[in-house]
T-cell receptor
Framework: DVKVTQSSRYLVKRTGEKVFLECVQDMDHENMFWYRQDPGLGLRLIYFSYDVKMKEKGDIPEGYSVSREKKERFSLILESASTNQTSMYLC??????????????FGDGTRLSIL | DQQVKQNSPSLSVQEGRISILNCDYTNSMFDYFLWYKKYPAEGPTFLISISSIKDKNEDGRFTVFLNKSAKHLSLHIVPSQPGDSAVYFCAASGGGSNYKLTFGKGTLLTVNP
Protein backbone atom coordinates (compact mmCIF):
# COMPACT_ATOMS: atom_id res chain seq x y z
CA ASP A 1 0.00 0.00 0.00
CA VAL A 2 1.10 3.52 -0.77
CA LYS A 3 1.94 5.53 2.30
CA VAL A 4 1.87 9.32 2.21
CA THR A 5 2.81 10.80 5.56
CA GLN A 6 2.28 14.39 6.58
CA SER A 7 4.45 15.47 9.49
CA SER A 8 1.71 17.09 11.59
CA ARG A 9 -2.03 16.45 11.91
CA TYR A 10 -2.67 19.76 13.68
CA LEU A 11 -0.60 22.93 13.69
CA VAL A 12 -1.17 26.36 15.21
CA LYS A 13 0.97 29.28 14.11
CA ARG A 14 0.94 33.05 14.39
CA THR A 15 0.42 35.64 11.68
CA GLY A 16 3.69 36.52 9.97
CA GLU A 17 5.49 33.30 10.88
CA LYS A 18 7.22 31.18 8.25
CA VAL A 19 5.54 27.80 8.26
CA PHE A 20 6.81 24.51 6.88
CA LEU A 21 4.52 21.57 6.07
CA GLU A 22 6.31 18.33 5.29
CA CYS A 23 5.17 15.35 3.24
CA VAL A 24 6.93 12.04 2.66
CA GLN A 25 5.88 9.17 0.37
CA ASP A 26 7.37 5.69 0.38
CA MET A 27 6.51 4.45 -3.12
CA ASP A 28 9.16 6.16 -5.23
CA HIS A 29 6.49 8.28 -6.95
CA GLU A 30 7.65 10.93 -9.38
CA ASN A 31 4.74 13.34 -8.92
CA MET A 32 3.78 15.07 -5.69
CA PHE A 33 1.07 17.64 -4.97
CA TRP A 34 -0.11 20.08 -2.33
CA TYR A 35 -3.80 20.98 -2.01
CA ARG A 36 -5.87 22.91 0.42
CA GLN A 37 -9.41 21.96 1.29
CA ASP A 38 -11.90 24.55 2.46
CA PRO A 39 -15.62 24.10 3.21
CA GLY A 40 -17.69 24.59 0.07
CA LEU A 41 -14.63 24.93 -2.14
CA GLY A 42 -13.42 21.35 -2.50
CA LEU A 43 -9.75 20.64 -3.13
CA ARG A 44 -7.67 23.33 -4.77
CA LEU A 45 -4.18 22.71 -6.10
CA ILE A 46 -1.45 24.95 -4.68
CA TYR A 47 1.72 23.52 -6.25
CA PHE A 48 2.90 20.28 -7.73
CA SER A 49 6.21 18.68 -8.56
CA TYR A 50 6.64 16.25 -11.42
CA ASP A 51 10.17 15.27 -10.39
CA VAL A 52 13.00 16.17 -8.04
CA LYS A 53 13.76 19.91 -8.07
CA MET A 54 10.93 20.46 -10.57
CA LYS A 55 7.82 22.37 -9.60
CA GLU A 56 4.84 24.08 -11.16
CA LYS A 57 2.24 26.45 -9.83
CA GLY A 58 -1.24 25.17 -9.34
CA ASP A 59 -4.41 27.21 -9.18
CA ILE A 60 -3.73 29.12 -5.95
CA PRO A 61 0.05 29.50 -5.46
CA GLU A 62 0.04 33.02 -4.01
CA GLY A 63 1.62 33.17 -0.55
CA TYR A 64 3.15 29.70 -0.88
CA SER A 65 6.37 28.15 -2.11
CA VAL A 66 7.57 24.55 -2.30
CA SER A 67 10.76 22.55 -2.14
CA ARG A 68 11.58 19.12 -3.50
CA GLU A 69 15.21 18.22 -2.92
CA LYS A 70 14.63 14.48 -2.61
CA LYS A 71 12.19 12.29 -4.49
CA GLU A 72 10.31 11.13 -1.42
CA ARG A 73 9.86 14.53 0.24
CA PHE A 74 7.80 17.56 -0.79
CA SER A 75 7.61 20.60 1.45
CA LEU A 76 5.07 23.42 1.40
CA ILE A 77 6.22 26.75 2.76
CA LEU A 78 4.04 29.62 3.88
CA GLU A 79 6.43 32.54 3.57
CA SER A 80 4.54 34.83 5.94
CA ALA A 81 1.45 33.15 7.35
CA SER A 82 -1.84 35.00 7.23
CA THR A 83 -5.23 34.17 8.74
CA ASN A 84 -6.71 33.39 5.31
CA GLN A 85 -4.28 30.49 5.07
CA THR A 86 -6.07 28.70 7.89
CA SER A 87 -7.15 25.49 6.17
CA MET A 88 -6.77 21.73 5.78
CA TYR A 89 -3.65 20.99 3.72
CA LEU A 90 -3.42 17.72 1.82
CA CYS A 91 -0.37 16.19 0.20
CA UNK A 92 -0.63 13.59 -2.56
CA UNK A 93 1.67 11.54 -4.74
CA UNK A 94 1.36 9.42 -7.86
CA UNK A 95 3.38 7.46 -10.33
CA UNK A 96 4.65 9.61 -13.16
CA UNK A 97 3.88 9.15 -16.84
CA UNK A 98 0.76 9.39 -18.95
CA UNK A 99 -1.37 7.12 -21.08
CA UNK A 100 -3.35 5.58 -18.31
CA UNK A 101 -5.13 6.68 -15.24
CA UNK A 102 -2.72 7.06 -12.35
CA UNK A 103 -4.64 7.96 -9.23
CA UNK A 104 -3.18 10.30 -6.69
CA UNK A 105 -2.73 8.92 -3.19
CA PHE A 106 -3.33 11.30 -0.32
CA GLY A 107 -1.99 11.78 3.17
CA ASP A 108 -4.36 12.36 6.09
CA GLY A 109 -3.91 16.11 6.01
CA THR A 110 -2.60 18.85 8.26
CA ARG A 111 -5.15 21.16 9.83
CA LEU A 112 -3.36 24.48 10.07
CA SER A 113 -4.67 27.37 12.13
CA ILE A 114 -3.13 30.82 11.81
CA LEU A 115 -3.91 33.10 14.75
CA ASP B 1 -14.60 29.20 -13.64
CA GLN B 2 -15.60 25.87 -12.14
CA GLN B 3 -14.76 23.14 -14.62
CA VAL B 4 -15.99 20.23 -12.52
CA LYS B 5 -19.32 20.65 -10.80
CA GLN B 6 -21.08 18.56 -8.20
CA ASN B 7 -24.38 20.34 -7.86
CA SER B 8 -25.72 18.37 -4.91
CA PRO B 9 -23.91 19.27 -1.67
CA SER B 10 -25.57 16.38 0.12
CA LEU B 11 -27.51 13.18 -0.46
CA SER B 12 -29.30 10.92 2.00
CA VAL B 13 -30.30 7.33 1.20
CA GLN B 14 -31.51 4.26 3.08
CA GLU B 15 -29.24 1.31 3.67
CA GLY B 16 -29.60 -1.26 0.89
CA ARG B 17 -30.85 1.23 -1.68
CA ILE B 18 -28.94 2.74 -4.57
CA SER B 19 -26.89 5.93 -4.15
CA ILE B 20 -26.35 8.01 -7.28
CA LEU B 21 -23.83 10.82 -7.16
CA ASN B 22 -23.61 13.16 -10.11
CA CYS B 23 -20.86 15.25 -11.65
CA ASP B 24 -20.79 17.60 -14.64
CA TYR B 25 -17.78 19.04 -16.41
CA THR B 26 -17.26 21.80 -18.92
CA ASN B 27 -13.80 21.14 -20.36
CA SER B 28 -14.13 18.82 -23.36
CA MET B 29 -10.39 18.11 -23.19
CA PHE B 30 -10.74 16.11 -19.96
CA ASP B 31 -10.04 12.48 -20.73
CA TYR B 32 -9.84 10.70 -17.37
CA PHE B 33 -12.28 10.88 -14.52
CA LEU B 34 -11.90 9.66 -10.97
CA TRP B 35 -13.99 9.40 -7.83
CA TYR B 36 -12.54 9.80 -4.36
CA LYS B 37 -14.12 9.16 -0.99
CA LYS B 38 -13.21 11.16 2.09
CA TYR B 39 -13.99 10.45 5.72
CA PRO B 40 -13.62 13.25 8.29
CA ALA B 41 -10.04 13.72 9.54
CA GLU B 42 -8.66 11.48 6.78
CA GLY B 43 -7.27 12.13 3.34
CA PRO B 44 -9.29 11.28 0.21
CA THR B 45 -9.01 7.69 -0.94
CA PHE B 46 -9.24 6.66 -4.58
CA LEU B 47 -12.41 4.76 -5.38
CA ILE B 48 -12.85 4.19 -9.10
CA SER B 49 -11.91 5.78 -12.42
CA ILE B 50 -12.94 5.81 -16.04
CA SER B 51 -11.27 6.75 -19.29
CA SER B 52 -13.10 8.84 -21.86
CA ILE B 53 -12.94 5.93 -24.32
CA LYS B 54 -15.35 3.99 -22.10
CA ASP B 55 -18.86 4.69 -20.91
CA LYS B 56 -18.94 2.39 -17.91
CA ASN B 57 -16.57 0.94 -15.34
CA GLU B 58 -17.58 -1.36 -12.54
CA ASP B 59 -15.81 -2.43 -9.36
CA GLY B 60 -17.86 -4.42 -6.90
CA ARG B 61 -20.66 -2.25 -5.55
CA PHE B 62 -19.36 0.82 -7.37
CA THR B 63 -20.08 1.69 -11.00
CA VAL B 64 -19.14 4.88 -12.81
CA PHE B 65 -21.02 5.94 -15.93
CA LEU B 66 -19.73 8.51 -18.40
CA ASN B 67 -21.87 10.38 -20.91
CA LYS B 68 -19.42 12.40 -23.00
CA SER B 69 -22.02 14.13 -25.14
CA ALA B 70 -23.67 15.49 -22.00
CA LYS B 71 -20.33 16.01 -20.20
CA HIS B 72 -21.77 14.12 -17.27
CA LEU B 73 -20.65 11.28 -15.09
CA SER B 74 -22.28 9.50 -12.21
CA LEU B 75 -21.24 7.12 -9.46
CA HIS B 76 -23.68 4.37 -8.49
CA ILE B 77 -23.33 2.53 -5.20
CA VAL B 78 -25.45 -0.60 -4.90
CA PRO B 79 -26.35 -1.60 -2.27
CA SER B 80 -25.51 1.36 -0.09
CA GLN B 81 -24.07 0.67 3.35
CA PRO B 82 -23.72 2.92 6.42
CA GLY B 83 -19.93 2.73 6.03
CA ASP B 84 -20.31 4.47 2.66
CA SER B 85 -21.27 7.67 4.47
CA ALA B 86 -18.55 10.13 3.45
CA VAL B 87 -17.84 13.06 1.16
CA TYR B 88 -17.40 11.99 -2.46
CA PHE B 89 -15.28 14.05 -4.82
CA CYS B 90 -15.39 13.86 -8.58
CA ALA B 91 -12.11 14.72 -10.33
CA ALA B 92 -10.97 15.09 -13.92
CA SER B 93 -7.60 15.10 -15.62
CA GLY B 94 -6.33 15.98 -19.08
CA GLY B 95 -7.38 19.25 -20.61
CA GLY B 96 -3.86 20.23 -21.48
CA SER B 97 -2.14 19.02 -18.32
CA ASN B 98 -0.98 15.46 -17.71
CA TYR B 99 -0.47 16.08 -14.03
CA LYS B 100 -3.31 18.06 -12.61
CA LEU B 101 -6.58 16.83 -11.22
CA THR B 102 -9.46 19.26 -11.15
CA PHE B 103 -11.84 18.47 -8.31
CA GLY B 104 -15.49 19.18 -7.75
CA LYS B 105 -16.62 20.59 -4.42
CA GLY B 106 -17.87 17.26 -3.15
CA THR B 107 -21.15 15.62 -2.16
CA LEU B 108 -21.80 14.44 1.39
CA LEU B 109 -23.48 11.04 1.26
CA THR B 110 -25.33 9.84 4.34
CA VAL B 111 -26.55 6.24 4.38
CA ASN B 112 -29.15 5.71 7.08
CA PRO B 113 -29.46 2.28 8.74
Amino acid sequence: DVKVTQSSRYLVKRTGEKVFLECVQDMDHENMFWYRQDPGLGLRLIYFSYDVKMKEKGDIPEGYSVSREKKERFSLILESASTNQTSMYLCASRVGGTGQIQPQHFGDGTRLSIL
Amino acid sequence: DQQVKQNSPSLSVQEGRISILNCDYTNSMFDYFLWYKKYPAEGPTFLISISSIKDKNEDGRFTVFLNKSAKHLSLHIVPSQPGDSAVYFCAASGGGSNYKLTFGKGTLLTVNP
